[in-house]
């Protein structure tokens, strides 16, 4: 069984900084041939593409709606991925999944089907 779990979420003001951490588990989990993303969703809308990482964190990809803000990166020696959010607004208030997307090379994908398993989700609220 895999497991992943977020943690960072909170409620900060508009403006501020705030990590997530994903961490993975699981007997047949090897974290390194696993790319990771980051995806959001709000009351009433769809599951939002926000990052992704490739197996060895040498590829990343960002959604346009955070580019400049926040930033994807990885720790294989901890299966933990991150993602780093500034300049919070109040319309990312949310909450954050992590996914894990098998992978046999370094690319990245923002499609969510192609994701096999979820974190539980982490809420961030941004205050104005």
């Known amino acids: 069984q895999v497991l992943l779990v977020e943690s960072g979420g909170g409620l900060v003001q508009a403006g501020d900084s705030l990590s997530l951490s994903c961490t993975a588990s699981?007997?047949?989990?090897?974290?390194?041939?696993?790319?990771m993303g980051w995806f959001r969703q709000a009351p009433g809308k769809e599951r939002e593409f926000l990052a992704a990482i490739s197996r060895s964190g040498s590829t990343t990809e960002l959604a346009d709606s955070v580019k400049g803000r926040f930033t994807i990166s990885r720790d294989n020696e901890k299966d933990t991925v991150y993602l780093q959010m500034n300049r919070l607004r109040p319309e990312d208030t949310s909450v954050y999944y992590c996914?894990?997307?098998?992978?046999?090379?370094?690319?990245?994908?923002?499609?969510?089907?192609?994701?096999?398993?979820w974190g539980q989700g982490t809420q961030v609220t941004v205050s104005s």
């Open positions: 699981g007997l047949t989990f090897t974290f390194t041939r696993w790319s």
């Open positions: 996914g894990a997307r098998w992978s046999g090379s370094q690319e990245v994908s923002s499609i969510e089907s192609e994701y096999a398993y």
